[in-house]
Each structure stands twice: as structure tokens, then as C-alpha cells.
């Protein structure tokens, strides 16, 4: 087995404690998915109570010494997966909203488009809603029925599982 050098395990510690530091930063919900020791799990859900100073320092430090005892291979992974899924959530995101916007700035074609890739799609809901956006629009209204169009071509672009 080859020695380390104490710069190597260095770098190693402060490598743990970067992985850790990016953990105290995920919501409680995305935590819990993830698989890790429950202590480390524990320090990490605190960890996110607190604000800065001495405390979190002391506490990102703690999450370090922890994680040399982790697998950091399965918190690596999982933190990609999820950071790969919000850049495709950001981009159906995009999507939707410039599938709404054309619209109502009154992309015909995009109707069509929409009325062939979805076949379920209520047509004449649609066409209403876009009217409805189009006179709030035109009359300086609050975007009800823009917000109530996005809503329903998020959920009309949602991707159905599989059975």
C-alpha cells in the first residue's frame, strides 16, 4: 500500500468537506433521498439551521471528519444526478414558457404543433385561454390566464411513466 503524503490527505479532507459543504446546501427533502450514515445525515440537516459564523464552520468541519467514514462515491453520484435534473428541469421550464408566450403573441402554427404531439390537449380550452391572455394583455390586467396556460402545458408536457 502506498503512503500518502500529508499534503495528498489533505486535499483529500478538504475535498470531503467541499462534498459536505454542497450536501448543507440541498433542501431537507433532497437530503433524506440520499444515501449516507444517518449521523452524517443528522449533521448535515443542523448544519442547514445555521447561519453563518463559528458555529457552521465548526459544524462543516464536523461534516468532513464524518465523511471520511462515508462512501462518498454514492453522495457524489446523487448530487450529479440532481444537478444534471435541474438543468432539464430549467430547460422544459424554458420551453413551456416560450410555447406560451408565442401563444399568445398568436403562434397559429405552434396550436397545430401542440394538437398533433398531444392528442389528449383540450383545443378549445386552449384557444379560450389564449384569448382570455391576449385581452389581459391588451388591457394591462394582472396574466391570470397566462399563468393558468403554463400550468396546463406543464402538465399537458409532463412525461407520462411508463406501465
Known sequence: MERKSKSQVKREMIALQSLG???VGLKPAQVRRIEMPEDLREAVLFAAKLRKGEA?????QYIGTLMRDADPEPIQKALEEMSRGRGMDMQRFRRIERWRDDLVDGSDELLDEIARDFPEADL???RQCILNARRERAENQAPRSARALFRYLRDLSEPKPKN
Open 21 to 23: 459543504e454542497r450536501l
Open 124 to 126: 378549445k380550452w386552449l
Open 56 to 60: 457552521l464552520r465548526r459544524q462543516l
